[in-house]
């Protein structure tokens, strides 16, 4: 029992297996400067978007191990990358992140908002570091189906239906901030999308948007890395919840 209570509080394997709660190859991984990344074809609405690298390998592994098998204590590295995007994404001046919200079920699932948890890490690093910024949970998310399996077009007609705003959070957004998504995972851009349009909606303009990885298109490798823009999706399921 002492051994499970200390691997809960500092977790004896890396999420690649070795040993260590966060071996040097792992952060590494995480290490890499974020760059933009866009699905092909981009859903419209979408907001210009950074990401540390593909959705697989290593990355992948850290943020399974964060999200669905309880690795907290990742959180810390994993904000610690959103704060420097989002310092990357607008050099300089205020933010607001705004977390893209997961749903009542998946938060009980997981025992809190895995992305409310990096979001909050990374608005606290951008303040240590000088910089002006604040978490604004704006939006809920409505119960909805998963998304494992989905086209394109389906994600986007689902994710269009998924949240809403909350009725008195916006208030702050209007005195011109900067207002930047932070997400996980990008695969099709439908969520970030339509979480964009939601908040245009009430005349919120989104910057942009931050997430750790995205995914690549396994169909066609070589040519979704022609662009430098356009580098990373595939169809894999980002188990939003």
């Not at 205020?94 to 938060?107: E, F, K, Y």
């Not at 750790?212 to 990373?232: F, L, V």
């Given at each position: 029992?002492?051994?499970?209570?200390?691997?809960?509080?500092?977790?004896?394997?890396?999420?690649?297996?070795?040993?260590?709660?966060?071996?040097?190859?792992?952060?590494?991984a995480?290490?890499?400067?974020?760059?933009?990344?866009?699905?092909?074809?981009?859903?419209?609405?979408?907001?210009?978007?950074?990401?540390?690298?593909?959705?697989?390998?290593?990355?992948?592994?850290?943020?399974?191990?964060?999200?669905?098998?309880?690795?907290?204590d990742?959180?810390?590295?994993?904000?610690?990358?959103?704060?420097?995007?989002?310092?990357?994404?607008?050099?300089?001046?205020?933010?607001?992140?705004?977390?893209?919200?997961?749903?009542?079920?998946?938060?009980?699932?997981?025992?809190?908002?895995?992305?409310?948890?990096?979001?909050?890490?990374?608005?606290?690093?951008?303040?240590?570091?000088?910089?002006?910024a604040?978490?604004?949970?704006?939006?809920?998310?409505?119960?909805?189906?998963?998304?494992?399996?989905?086209?394109?077009?389906?994600?986007?007609?689902?994710?269009?239906?998924?949240?809403?705003?909350?009725?008195?959070?916006?208030?702050?957004?209007?005195?011109?901030?900067?207002?930047?998504?932070?997400?996980d995972?990008?695969?099709?851009?439908s969520?970030?999308?339509?979480?964009?349009?939601?908040?245009?909606?009430?005349?919120?303009?989104?910057?942009?948007?931050?997430?750790?990885?995205?995914?690549?298109?396994?169909?066609?490798?070589?040519?979704?890395?022609?662009?430098?823009?356009?580098?990373?999706?595939?169809?894999?399921?980002?188990?939003?919840?």
């Amino acid at each position: 029992m002492l051994r499970d209570l200390i691997d809960l509080v500092l977790p004896a394997d890396c999420p690649c297996g070795g040993p260590g709660p966060f071996c040097p190859a792992c952060q590494a991984a995480l290490a890499g400067p974020p760059e933009p990344a866009a699905p092909t074809p981009a859903p419209p609405g979408l907001p210009p978007c950074l990401a540390f690298g593909p959705y697989d390998g290593p990355l992948q592994r850290i943020l399974l191990a964060y999200k669905e098998r309880g690795r907290r204590d990742l959180a810390a590295p994993l904000g610690d990358r959103l704060a420097i995007g989002v310092a990357r994404l607008l050099a300089n001046g205020p933010a607001v992140l705004v977390p893209v919200p997961s749903t009542a079920a998946a938060v009980r699932a997981r025992r809190g908002d895995h992305m409310e948890r990096l979001a909050r890490r990374a608005v606290g690093t951008l303040r240590r570091d000088g910089r002006r910024a604040t978490l604004l949970r704006a939006l809920v998310a409505r119960p909805r189906p998963d998304s494992a399996g989905l086209s394109a077009a389906e994600r986007a007609a689902a994710a269009g239906d998924a949240f809403r705003v909350r009725p008195g959070r916006t208030g702050p957004l209007r005195a011109g901030l900067a207002v930047v998504l932070v997400d996980d995972i990008l695969t099709t851009g439908s969520t970030l999308a339509a979480v964009a349009d939601q908040l245009r909606s009430v005349d919120i303009p989104v910057c942009g948007a931050v997430v750790i990885a995205a995914t690549r298109r396994r169909s066609s490798p070589t040519k979704a890395c022609r662009d430098p823009n356009r580098q990373y999706l595939s169809v894999v399921n980002s188990n939003r919840g």
